[in-house]
């Protein structure tokens, strides 16, 4: 693995292919580069790869044309804003023109915020992060350290890579006021667009207002399009115009020209992706608790951020997955504050997340135990009727290793440390309220015998039906539910059984039909079964579903159509059970023809949520 050998950075996709690593003749899956995986859609791409042709040899138009258009997608003013050759090319202006000696910065952190400033001479003062308290910025703290240096230029990543922690905006601003004499302040929200703890937690709409802050923005890592290399930055037009009049006349390619004119059309299509990638995030953070000894620290970016077992090697357990299991993760041990314990894993969906857990369970303990294979129906439901916990199943006995590593650190965010759900619905829509320990509620073993992400197979349990030796009354009782049984398909009859009837002329009041039941109950001291109805969720996915359009540049098919119901936020409770979605409600809507930037498309509101970005005044 010499490709890994000096460099501060992951080697590119290319570099592997080059170098023939296909990790056992498998496809490589890519958990190292933060983008969208979701972002563009195959149509986007299709009229690129139309288009061509005409991107590789014709000039791009000039940077303040695109930056225009981009100004009035976001709903800003276009002299607020200067567009780089990716935020790589604008971190390197901002040092050059505006960092005069010293830069403080929190680390870990994306390392161009020390190796640039250090590359021309400067100091660069590092706030290390306290790793017990999950890597968060203490902002007072940070004021305070920022003081007692005398730097004169401050730099805050929120989201932070890798940890994916995330600063409110009222704390962001109360930084901004507190700071307000140093000579710069930059907020890098490079990540911001994955954030869903606020509906609006950006704060380019205070940077345009003050002399000294600048708002890094990334459009690649949003967009999914590294390869393409925008960025940009929001501040005083003041602060602006230094950076713009510096850049070169042709400093953006065809590719981000195309693109850029091209978002109008497609930003529903942009905030699906964001809603999904929420979702994978959630379940992915809470299948990596699972893993005895492993770490998880809460992100808000598009990746999660763990930390190994007590005395496993990084840069060995990345070794392994690449060459056994074909999977390319971030080892964060040549960034600066972490160590080769410390590892950044891009959020992507289950059929690639699965191979990651199959990888490290195997890789760590020496068996796939811990991320078992399991089914759409089983993956990870927001409420299943209480069970008994036990491993009676093949796949959910323990693996006998000695030599398993055992956890040595109680994870700082656990699925199992949070409390029960309350006011859950049972089946027959009656509330329920769960207390810690209570009885009816499943208790969810410890991680280190029995992952979150194990699933356990639902009880089946015969039907309610009444023995021959029935006396009379329960007879007559069975006899009434016979008019309403014959109704129902064959198939449906135990559920028809088991749901509660209507009053009806069969039925006098429901406490009659209790009366009778209780007595019939008394003299055979018999019990009935209630069979738990299927999940909604799996009936759906058992749908046939229709064949898909032939992609063609006349038929292009479009993903990511908004959903009929609007999601409600996730309780923080919620947020760390897994989250599935039906890919059958994502049917796309049919092409529109390309808009051009003539004015008549609805501009968007002034400093739109980074959340809903490319979302116009029309949508709700």
């Given at each position: 693995m010499e490709l890994f050998r000096g460099t501060a950075h992951s080697p590119s996709y290319f570099a592997l292919n080059r170098a023939g690593v296909t990790g056992g003749g498998q496809e490589l899956v890519d958990f190292c580069i933060p983008c969208n995986p979701y972002f563009p859609t195959p149509a986007m791409f299709a009229v690129m790869a139309v288009r061509l042709r005409d991107i590789l040899t014709y000039y791009p138009s000039p940077a303040e044309t695109?930056?225009?258009?981009?100004?009035?997608?976001?709903?800003?003013?276009?002299?607020?804003?200067?567009?780089?050759?990716?935020?790589?090319?604008?971190?390197?202006?901002?040092?050059?023109?505006?960092?005069?000696?010293?830069?403080?910065?929190?680390?870990?952190?994306f390392g161009r915020w020390t190796d640039q400033p250090m590359e021309t001479g400067k100091r660069v003062d590092m706030f290390q992060l306290p790793e017990m308290n999950g890597f968060a910025l203490d902002p007072a703290a940070f004021v305070s350290f920022v003081r007692s240096r005398g730097s004169r230029v401050a730099v805050i990543c929120n989201p932070n890579n890798p940890d994916g922690g995330l600063l409110s905006r009222q704390a962001v601003i109360g930084m901004m006021d507190a700071l307000s004499d140093l000579d710069l302040v930059v907020i890098d929200e490079s990540f911001l667009e994955f954030a869903v703890t606020e509906s609006y937690p950006s704060v380019v709409d205070e940077a345009v207002l003050r002399p000294n802050v600048i708002v890094l923005r990334s459009l690649g890592k949003n967009f999914g399009l590294h390869g393409v290399r925008f960025g940009y930055l929001v501040a005083n037009p003041g602060l602006a115009v230094q950076i713009r009049s510096r850049l070169p006349k042709w400093n953006l390619n065809s590719f981000a020209e195309v693109i850029v004119f091209m978002l109008k059309r497609y930003r529903q299509e942009y905030m699906e992706s964001l809603r999904m990638i929420s979702l994978d995030r959630q379940q992915m953070t809470t299948q990596l608790t699972g893993l005895p000894g492993v770490t998880v620290y809460p992100s808000q970016g598009n990746f999660v951020f763990i930390k190994l077992p007590g005395g496993i090697d990084g840069t060995w357990v990345r070794d392994q997955l690449l060459s056994q299991h074909g999977v390319l993760v971030r080892e964060c041990g040549n960034k600066l504050g972490s160590s080769s314990q410390f590892m950044r894993l891009v959020v992507r969906s289950q059929p690639d997340v699965q191979r990651l857990l199959t990888g490290l369970s195997t890789v760590l303990y020496g068996t796939s135990f811990y991320a078992p294979q399991v089914g759409y129906a089983q993956q990870t439901p927001m409420y299943s009727a209480p069970q008994e916990q036990s491993l009676d199943y093949p796949y959910q006995q323990m693996p006998q290793l000695a030599a398993a590593p055992a956890a040595q650190e109680q994870p700082m965010y656990s699925a199992t440390a949070l409390a029960p759900p309350q006011g859950i619905l049972?089946?027959?829509?009656?509330?329920?309220?769960?207390?810690?320990?209570?009885?009816?509620?499943?208790?969810?073993?410890?991680?280190?015998?029995?992952?979150?992400?194990?699933?356990?197979?639902?009880?089946?349990?015969?039907?309610?039906?009444?023995?021959?030796?029935?006396?009379?009354?329960?007879?007559?009782?069975?006899?009434?539910?016979?008019?309403?049984?014959?109704q129902a398909p064959q198939a449906q009859q135990p559920l028809m059984q088991m749901a509660p009837q209507p009053q009806s002329a069969q039925f006098p009041s429901a406490r009659l039909q209790d009366a009778q039941l209780?007595?019939?109950?008394?003299?055979?001291?018999?019990?009935?079964?209630?069979?738990?109805?299927?999940?909604?969720?799996?009936?759906?996915?058992?749908?046939?579903?229709?064949?898909?359009?032939?992609?063609?540049?006349?038929?292009?098919?479009?993903?990511?159509?908004?959903?009929?119901?609007?999601?409600?936020?996730?309780?923080?409770?919620?947020?760390?059970?897994?989250?599935?979605?039906?890919?059958?409600?994502?049917?796309?809507?049919?092409?529109?023809?390309?808009?051009?930037?003539?004015?008549?498309?609805?501009?968007?509101?002034?400093?739109?949520?980074?959340?809903?970005?490319?979302?116009?005044?029309?949508?709700?």
């Open positions: 695109i930056t225009a258009e981009l100004a009035d997608v976001l709903g800003l003013q276009p002299q607020t804003m200067a567009m780089g050759n990716g935020s790589t090319e604008l971190i390197t202006w901002i040092d050059h023109l505006l960092v005069k000696e010293s830069l403080a910065v929190p680390i870990p952190t049972d089946p027959y829509g009656r509330s329920t309220s769960f207390q810690g320990g209570s009885a009816g509620y499943a208790q969810q073993p410890l991680a280190e015998l029995a992952p979150a992400y194990v699933a356990t197979p639902p009880v089946q349990t015969a039907p309610y039906q009444a023995p021959a030796a029935f006396p009379q009354q329960a007879q007559q009782f069975q006899t009434q539910l016979q008019p309403a049984q014959s209780q007595n019939a109950l008394a003299q055979t001291s018999q019990i009935p079964v209630v069979q738990a109805q299927a999940p909604m969720a799996a009936v759906a996915y058992a749908q046939p579903r229709t064949s898909p359009e032939e992609t063609t540049v006349d038929n292009i098919p479009v993903y990511g159509q908004k959903p009929a119901a609007v999601t409600p936020e996730p309780s923080p409770v919620e947020q760390t059970q897994a989250i599935v979605y039906d890919p059958v409600d994502l049917k796309p809507p049919a092409p529109q023809p390309d808009e051009e930037p003539t004015g008549l498309t609805p501009a968007l509101r002034r400093y739109p949520s980074p959340a809903a970005y490319l979302k116009d005044d029309t949508m709700s």
